[in-house]
């Protein structure tokens, strides 16, 4: 499979749900192809069970990282016990999950992994290869806050799993790319604006800038202040029992004067917070 050179543009929205069940029935229909997911060997911790076709021990470092995630997400954005389990289809080739895919799915774009919630099921697909850690620690994030919270606003749901995928000895550091890219659009004249992300309601909508802007504003909550992490954590909470939570850009805007100077000042700043951070790290 010739992987975008971006992978995080083109993985599956949960509201592809629909969309993926039609592409599924429609495949039946035509083609009568019966293809089951990796089920012989089955691992579970807590609400994350993996199923493969080979075998991998409960202590494989991907099921330890895959456990410390569930713990650093939970703990970082307070969140309440999940609801539903996270079911991970672990395919041993790269082979075997695009045959899935494009027998179960047909027409779906080509992506190392997929995200996708249904009402049957929380379901990651992805395949053994050499970016599976990342890989997984997005999905499985996505799959964190789906169980916990049950939906989430397209923008700050990448924005989370992006934040949350960057593993290793200090999780949720700064990410290298966008440290770069950030300040250098920044520079062209490109200015952030969350209200607009927060009118994004289709995957294809997101560009790169989207989700690096999305992934800025996590950090920013998250690193700033302790008042800027309690909005967003009360954000959360009330996205779990209130039908129509008043938006993330309102809340901030009351709690945090001059905002968007603050933030982009935040972002001028990446630089810097990356080398101390560096420096920080073993
Ligand atoms: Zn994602």
């Known amino acids: 499979m010739n992987a975008p050179p971006k992978h995080k543009l083109w993985r599956a929205r949960p509201w592809m749900w629909a969309v993926l069940a ?20 089955s691992v579970r911790s807590g609400d994350l069970l993996v199923l493969s076709d080979f075998r991998l021990s409960p202590e494989h470092p991907l099921i330890r990282d ?9 703990r970082s954005l307070e969140l309440p016990p999940p609801r539903e389990q996270v079911v991970v289809y672990l ?9 899935y895919l494009d027998t179960v799915y047909p027409g779906l774009p080509r992506r190392r992994a997929y995200f996708v919630g249904t009402p049957r099921e929380l379901a990651v697909y992805t395949c053994w290869g050499e970016r599976i850690q990342e890989d997984l ?40 790319e966008y440290v770069v890219e950030l300040p250098e659009a920044l520079a062209g004249g490109w200015r952030p604006d969350l209200a607009r992300l927060e009118r994004l309601e289709r995957f294809e909508q997101m ?13 920013f909550m998250l690193h700033s202040t302790p008042e800027n992490r309690q909005t967003l954590v009360s954000y959360l909470h009330d996205l779990r029992d209130q039908p129509q939570p008043a938006p993330l850009s309102k809340r901030l805007a009351e709690a945090q004067p001059s905002l968007d100077e603050r933030f982009t000042a935040y972002l001028g700043s990446l630089t810097t917070l990356r080398s101390a951070e560096a420096a920080s790290v073993p």
């Open 22 to 41: 039609a592409l599924a029935v429609g495949c039946q229909a035509a083609t009568k192809t019966v293809v089951a997911p990796p089920g012989r060997h």
């Open 91 to 99: 395919f041993e080739t790269e082979a075997a999950y695009a045959h």
């Open 207 to 219: 560009q790169r800038i989207d989700y690096q802007e999305a992934w800025a504003w996590v950090h």
């Open 66 to 74: 895959l456990e410390a995630l569930r713990e650093h997400v939970s």
């Open 137 to 176: 620690r997005h999905e499985y994030t996505h799959g964190i806050l789906h169980a916990s919270l049950g939906r989430m606003p397209l923008w700050l749901d990448e924005g989370l799993a992006e934040y949350f995928e960057i593993g290793g000895p200090a999780p949720g550091r700064i990410n290298g």
